[in-house]
């Protein structure tokens, strides 16, 4: 049975960093991409970033990009999203997922697996 579990979420002043995880199992994940979603109170969960799971291929919403990088551990069966310079507007439960699309996409309907989330929350 596919499990995704994130990790790593928490409270932050603006401009701070977190680092959150994704540890897969279940299956082998090399066809996969995993992807990060977010999902604030009272809005629609929104696409944050995606990766192959390779490593090779990446793919960031516009609101993230230059701030936030997705990486992965093929040896750890890990992702892991990277966020830098946090601004109030990141606060939001985030997900990790992952889906046998084979490109990067930023549909969460596409995405085949979710784990349960991580809470993040910036303080200005």
């Known amino acids: 049975q596919v499990q995704l579990v994130e990790s790593g979420g928490g409270l932050v002043q603006a401009g701070g960093s977190l680092r959150l995880s994704c540890a897969a199992s279940?299956?082998?994940?090399?066809?996969?991409?995993m992807g990060w979603f977010r999902q604030a109170p009272g809005k629609e969960r929104e696409f944050v970033a995606v990766?192959?799971?390779?490593?090779?291929?990446?793919y960031y919403a516009d609101s993230v990009k230059g701030r936030f990088t997705i990486s992965s551990d093929i040896a750890k069966n890990t992702v892991y999203l990277q966020m830098n310079s946090l601004k109030p507007e990141d606060t939001a439960v985030y997900y990790c997922?992952?889906?046998?699309?084979?490109?990067?996409?930023?549909?969460?309907?596409?995405?085949?697996?979710w784990g349960q989330g991580t809470q993040v929350t910036v303080s200005s």
């Open positions: 997922a992952a889906g046998r699309i084979g490109t990067v996409a930023a549909v969460a309907g596409l995405y085949d697996y």
């Open positions: 279940g299956r082998t994940f090399s066809s996969y991409y």
């Open positions: 990766i192959r799971w390779s490593g090779d291929s990446t």
